[in-house]
């Protein structure tokens, strides 16, 4: 069954936004943390920014003042706003979901390609 899709990716040219969107199926819907992960072609998987359900926030030092992680339990969605894109950000872009009381995502969406031309 289907616990993460993403949506919202594209192409853009650099210094472009784009919004990413992950809809949280009841299948996640115990993930007290939700997150944005991304894997570039060649490289490993890396964090990009997560969000507990109290509303806490984390990036990481790249993406910082340029990319917002926002969530909306109501709707069961979760947000990543990317402004100031550059082409170093061009990845494949995941949702995940941590359920409560583990130390790793358990649910992972299909990923939603993100390309940043100069």
């Known amino acids: 069954q289907e616990t993460l899709v993403e949506s919202g990716g594209g192409s853009v040219q650099a210094g472009g936004s784009l919004q990413l969107s992950c809809a949280v199926s009841?299948?996640?819907?115990?993930?007290?943390?939700l997150a944005w992960f991304r894997q570039a072609p060649g490289k490993e998987r890396e964090f990009v920014s997560s969000?507990?359900?109290?509303?806490?926030?984390n990036y990481t030092e790249s993406v910082q003042g340029r990319f917002t992680i926002s969530q909306d339990t109501t709707k069961n969605t979760l947000w990543l706003q990317m402004n100031s894109l550059k082409t170093d950000d061009t990845a494949v872009y995941y949702c995940?979901?941590?359920?409560?009381?583990?130390?790793?995502?358990?649910?992972w969406g299909q990923g939603t390609q993100v390309t940043v031309s100069s």
């Open positions: 995940a979901g941590r359920p409560c009381g583990w130390n790793e995502f358990g649910y």
């Open positions: 009841k299948y996640a819907k115990n993930s007290c943390t």
């Open positions: 969000i507990t359900r109290r509303g806490t926030t």
